[in-house]
Structures are given as structure tokens and as C-alpha cells.
């Protein structure tokens, strides 16, 4: 149907149907997309393998929402480099993704992959490749357990919003944040259940002009020189609301609650 179509300028409707698949290769030429492909609001449990394989630029809408899909097939946009416009997954069953895009570098949109869902994990580099968020990223909502060291392990700028919040992550993995050096937008993890963090999480972040949200955890304690390398924080680090009443108020990186173990210096 659209075999040869290799860029969407326009408008490609397609949503509020009862379609449960597309035909292998119905996108396979497509590269760019500049204009809206709407896919949302159908009955589809899976897509092919390589169903979006040569699409590397999406700057305008792709929308996955209100399906049923319960995984992304490994392959399905291994050529996907930036992203500018929302790559909308939510609202869908997803437990499990299997893709990763290693050409991947740069979102200035949105891919959401929150609400109904139900992912426990993400595959082991699936954003290892991802340099730069300067839209969001969110996997918030959803049943995540664990993450794996290499899952954001290019990443060093967020300027847009990465958010891992209302999960189940019991902890981070050493090195998850390595390459960090600014977050000047939002790191949201609040609402999961960290105990403790990993020491040298932030160890080579420099600066904290947006937001960091680890609120509404079970952290006891910090590890020494969680923060050793920031040098300004221009807007705010909540640790409010643990479940263990510790609260950390950071202004210029001050304690003021002494149930904290040890000093964030």
C-alpha cells in the first residue's frame, strides 16, 4: 500500500479502526517523518520485524497509542537517529521491548513509553547510544525492577526530561549516570523504592541548573561524594518524602537533617 513511500509530508490516518496488524513491509521504504502518521486507537498486538527499519528521522508525530501490543519487536527502527517530534507508545501492554537503535543520538520530541504499560525492564543498550535529551524521554508509570549500567551509558547532556518516576526500581546500577556532565532540565526517579544510591552515580556531573526529583523513595542513606563535582546547583535536589521521614534540603549542597549517615560532600 505504501511500498514506495519514502517521506510523509502530510497526514497518514489511520487511527480509531479494529486493524490487529499491518502487512509486512507496508512502511519498509519510509525515512522520514516530517508529517503525522497516526496509528493509535486500533486493536494491534505486534508489528513486524523492520516495519519502520529505514525511518531515521521523525520530526513531526508517529503515534503508537491505545493498542495492544505487548513488546517492540527487535529491528523495527534500527535506523532512527533523531528524533524531533512525539514517538507515542503509551497506553499500550507492553512488559517487554526488545529493540534498541545503536544509530540513535539525539531526542528533541517525546517517545513515551508511559501509562499501562507494564515494562519490568528495558533491553540492556536500548539508549546506550543516546548522547543528548533535549525533548523527553518517559518510562514513567510502568513496573521497571531493574536497568542495566550501559542503558544511558553515552549520555551527558539533559536539557528536556528523562523520567523513571512511579516505578519499582529497588536500586540503580553502578555507573548508569557515568557520562553525565549537565542536567539542566529534568532527571525525575521519584516514586520508586531506592534504598541507596550507588557511589559515584553523579561522579562526574558539574552542574544542576534544572531539576533532580529523587522524592517518595526509601533512601536511608547517601554514599560520600554523591555530589563531589557539582559545582552549582541553580535550581533544586528533592529528597523529600522518604519513607524513613529523612529529608534533605540542598541549597548550595547543605544537610540539614541528621539522619542522614553520611555527607553528600
Known amino acids: 500500500m ?20 499491518l502487512p509486512h513491509g507496508m512502511f519498509s521504504s519510509l525515512k522520514e517523518i516530517n508529517g503525522s502518521l497516526d496509528l493509535s486507537y486500533n486493536a494491534m498486538i505486534r508489528l513486524s520485524y523492520g516495519q519502520f527499519a529505514s525511518v531515521r ?12 501490543w505487548t513488546t517492540l519487536p527487535n529491528g523495527i527502527f ?7 517530534g512525539p514517538v507515542n507508545t503509551s497506553y499500550n501492554l507492553m512488559s517487554l521491548l526488545q529493540e534498541h537503535v545503536d544509530s540513535f543520538r539525539v531526542v528533541l520530541g517525546i ?3 508511559s501509562a499501562r504499560n507494564d515494562l519490568t525492564k528495558l533491553p540492556d543498550e536500548m539508549f546506550s ?9 518517559n518510562l514513567s508509570h510502568n513496573n521497571m525492577v531493574t536497568l542495566q549500567r550501559g542503558t544511558f551509558s553515552s549520555l551527558w547532556n539533559i536539557d528536556g526530561t528523562l523520567d523513571m518516576s512511579f516505578n519499582k526500581l529497588p536500586s ?14 529534568t532527571l525525575d526517579i521519584s516514586f520508586n523504592k531506592l534504598t541507596t544510591l550507588p557511589k559515584g552515580l553523579f ?6 541548573l534544572g531539576i533532580l526529583n529523587l522524592s517518595f523513595n526509601n533512601l536511608v542513606m547517601l554514599p560520600e561524594r554523591t555530589f563531589a563535582s557539582v559545582v552549582q546547583i541553580g535550581s533544586y535536589v528533592n529528597f523529600s518524602h ?23 560532600l
Do not use: C, Q
Not at 2 to 21: D, Q
Not at 60 to 68: I, S
Not at 78 to 84: D, K, N, P, R, V
Open 172 to 185: 540503580l546500577p553502578d555507573g548508569i549516570f557515568h557520562s553525565l556532565l549537565d542536567l539542566r532540565g
Open 2 to 21: 505504501f511500498l514506495s513511500v519514502e517521506v510523509i509530508w502530510g497526514t497518514v490516518l489511520l487511527s480509531h479502526n479494529r486493524l490487529t496488524s
Open 203 to 208: 561522579a562526574s556531573l558539574r552542574s544542576i
Open 242 to 264: 522518604m519513607t524513613s521521614h529523612a529529608t534533605i534540603w540542598l541549597s548550595g549542597i547543605i544537610t540539614e537533617n541528621k539522619t542522614w549517615k553520611t555527607s553528600l
Open 111 to 113: 517517545i513515551d513509553l
Open 78 to 84: 534500527t535506523s532512527l537517529e533523531e528524533i524531533w
Open 57 to 68: 528521522l521523525v520530526h513531526t508525530n508517529l503515534d503508537l497509542r491505545y493498542n495492544n
Open 129 to 137: 547510544s543516546l548522547e543528548e535529551i533535549l525533548g523527553t524521554v
